[in-house]
């Protein structure tokens, strides 16, 4: 967000606090903030200390003799980039929605043409009034993003729907925007793969591998943040996707092939970060086996389960093609193999040897090769930072 230019509005309610430490983060980001906020907002919080955490100053009236310019509320919104208003009063909601431009505010509201985001804080009764809700509605048809309030315990003692979004959220939501502005994956169909693949042996058992979804969740989330269209497909895991993420859940390798089979005709990308079965058994026993009939030995016949990434290889048209190699040993050459044999882009190899890297950590360690042998080599990263690094890979394929 480095030099991101924005104005923060600050109306008055109880949540006119948090305002101070979302100020904070954008600062931290580096970006620029300046601060317009209603009378009223300076009933809940200093100008001392939205002056001091901006390092600006605070414009809260049109007609104020130490405004730089005459007409302020032109000047401050030619400047800036993005408009946030958090906390969103019930009042301003509507002032915006009734085109009403009455103070330093909501007059700089209506001299604004670039995004606005709006974080409604509020009573949860209020919340939920019609005439807020239609002012809601009408402000997200015409494009302002609102960042809906989460529900729980409210400072006014009533539990419900309003309590502010966290600052930490509103931030990501505001670096995602910049993110995706700034992304040639923005509108991109990208398909995901993630986790494992559970084959069943009988009702009760299955055979699977020590995949979590991390790094393909982690993938999906950073491609969402730069703006494309992220469909997951992911096998059995714990973790949960983003709502705005097209999520598929799938158990067997079967299963994911076909899901795959039927969403990569219509994809940009393709980014298989799951880790498939290569076999299943050739039959799935209707009961439980019992252990007293397999006293010395249990065998189970295994057949392959179809290669997801060389049928997609196969099919390719325009679509960018990214897998996944987890390797023990001869790591880069069969990485390379694979690359030929599948019909790949680009291959994100991480190898067992490596400590800190595979299923399970919270880190990974990689190399990146392309279809015409370059290769790159990153150092141990937390998965989200690995995730920026293969989608900074794919960026490369859509950059004009
Ligand atoms: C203690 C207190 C807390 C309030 N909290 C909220 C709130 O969270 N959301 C809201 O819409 N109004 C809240 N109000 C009411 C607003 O302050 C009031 O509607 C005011 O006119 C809003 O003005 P503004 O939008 O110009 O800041 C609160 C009032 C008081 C006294």
């Known amino acids: 967000m480095k030099n991101k230019k924005i104005i923060l509005g600050i109306t008055g309610g109880i949540a006119a606090y948090k305002a101070a430490f979302l100020i904070r983060l954008f600062k931290k980001a580096d970006a620029q903030v300046k601060v317009v ?18 390092e600006n100053r605070l414009y809260d009236a049109v007609f104020a003799e130490q ?3 005459t007409t302020e509320h ?4 030619d400047w800036g980039d993005v408009f946030v208003v958090a906390p969103a009063t019930a009042n301003i909601i509507g ?13 700089s509201l209506l001299a604004f043409n670039r995004q606005v985001f709006m974080a409604p804080a509020m009573n949860c009764k209020m919340y939920e009034h019609f005439a807020v809700q239609k002012n809601l509605a009408f402000l997200k048809s015409q494009g302002v993003h609102i960042i809906s309030p989460a529900e729980g315990f409210l400072a006014c003692g009533y539990e419900g729907r309003g309590r502010m979004e966290e600052p930490e959220t509103i931030f990501a939501i505001v670096d995602a925007y910049f993110a995706a502005e700034e992304s040639p994956l923005k509108g991109k169909k990208i398909l995901v793969t993630a986790g494992p693949t559970h084959e069943s042996i009988d009702p009760v058992r299955y055979i699977g591998n020590h995949s979590t979804g991390k790094m393909g969740y982690a993938i999906a989330s950073e491609l969402l943040r730069r703006g494309a269209n992220v469909t997951l497909v992911s096998g059995p895991s714990n973790l949960s996707a983003h709502d705005m993420i097209d999520f598929v859940p799938v158990k067997t390798a079967q299963e994911m092939f076909d899901a795959c089979m039927s969403i990569f ?3 940009d990308a393709t980014i298989m970060a799951a880790a498939v079965a ?3 058994p050739e039959t799935i026993s209707k009961h439980k086996i019992k252990k007293e009939q397999n006293e010395d030995a249990l065998q189970l016949m295994l057949k392959p389960t179809p290669d997801i990434l060389r049928q997609l290889g196969k099919i390719k048209q325009k679509q960018v093609l990214g897998g996944f190699a987890l390797e023990t040993d001869n790591e880069e050459d069969n990485a390379i193999r694979k690359i030929k044999s599948k019909n790949l ?10 400590a800190g890297a595979g299923f399970s950590v919270e880190t990974n360690k990689i190399t990146i090769i392309d279809n015409k042998h370059q290769i790159t080599r990153y150092p141990l990263k937390n998965k989200t930072e690995v995730a920026a690094d293969i989608a900074d890979t794919l960026e490369k394929y859509f950059s004009p």
């Open 37 to 54: 906020c209603t009378q009223h907002a300076l009933e809940f919080i200093t100008r001392v200390t939205l002056e001091s955490l901006s």
């Open 67 to 69: 405004n730089d310019y």
């Open 74 to 77: 032109v000047a401050l919104t």
């Open 95 to 107: 002032k915006l929605a009734g085109g009403i431009a009455d103070d330093a505010l909501s007059t």
């Open 265 to 267: 005709p219509e994809t």
């Open 278 to 280: 290569d076999y299943t």
């Open 345 to 354: 882009d680009f291959i994100v190899l991480n190898s067992l040897r490596d």
